[in-house]
């Protein structure tokens, strides 16, 4: 158990850039998870996969934002014509199975500087 | 409207001695888990313990148990015998039950900083 991995781990842009961030889940895991932190913030729900499908989205998630899981394995989060205001920790979790007892294990974040 | 209230935005204890972080939620979903995770300084959350809304017991994760009461809902973190690294900010999440396609998402109050002091 390699632990979910989120790279990069720190990612500085100019505002009107384009970003991707990437997420290798846990191996067996089928459920991936996106939220965002900011600064004294708990995490927000961004959108979730199971396998290759994106099942829920936020509001959060403007349309600016996509993201994709190709083959049910890693995933990627874009942020288009990034804004001061998408500044945050962007954090990756996967999870087993439906049950409602498994835990969702989180990778480091990537932590998103908008100059 | 699904909620997680955290009172406490910073709490001081002495190593060695026992602390309750509290917790409250809002659903109007019977079916439910609560989790909570500890973040140290550099970012990782990491999963401490879980509840269930039909668990009839208390759970414990060694020195964590859940001090959960159903009717009042709140669902607070007890961590007995305090230790210098359990210093970090702690979040209480919730996960409402699967409904087809939807539920599986966390949603976390905003967090308490607790301080170990020596």
């Known amino acids: 158990d390699t632990g979910v991995s989120q790279d990069p781990r720190h990612k500085i842009t100019k505002r009107g850039q384009n970003v991707t961030f990437r997420c290798d889940p846990i191996?067996?895991?089928?459920?991936l998870y996106w939220y965002r932190q900011t600064l004294g913030q708990g995490p927000e729900f961004l959108t979730y996969?199971?396998?290759?499908?994106?099942?829920?989205k936020s509001r959060l998630l403007s349309d600016r934002f996509s993201a994709e899981r190709p083959k049910g394995s890693f995933s990627t989060l874009e942020i288009q014509r990034t804004e001061q205001g998408d500044s945050a920790m962007y954090l990756c979790a996967s999870s087993l199975s439906r049950r409602r007892n498994q835990p969702q294990h989180f990778g480091d974040g990537t932590r998103l500087s908008i100059l | 409207a699904q909620k997680i209230t955290q009172t406490q935005p910073g709490m001081f204890v002495q190593e060695k001695e026992a602390v309750t972080l509290d917790c409250t939620y809002d659903t109007s979903d019977p079916s439910y888990g609560l989790f909570w995770y500890k973040q140290p300084s550099s970012g990782e959350m990491i999963f401490l313990i879980y509840?269930?809304?039909?668990?009839?017991q208390n759970a414990t994760e060694g020195r964590y148990s859940l001090n959960f009461q159903k009717a009042r809902k709140s669902a607070n973190l007890v961590i007995s015998a305090s230790q210098l690294g359990d210093s970090a900010m702690y979040f209480c999440a919730m996960r409402e039950g699967y409904r087809g396609n939807q539920g599986g998402k966390l949603i976390f109050g905003q967090g308490t900083e607790l301080s170990v002091k020596p």
């Open positions: 509840q269930g809304s039909y668990d009839q």
């Open positions: 996969f199971q396998n290759e499908a994106q099942l829920e």
């Open positions: 191996s067996e895991h089928n459920r």
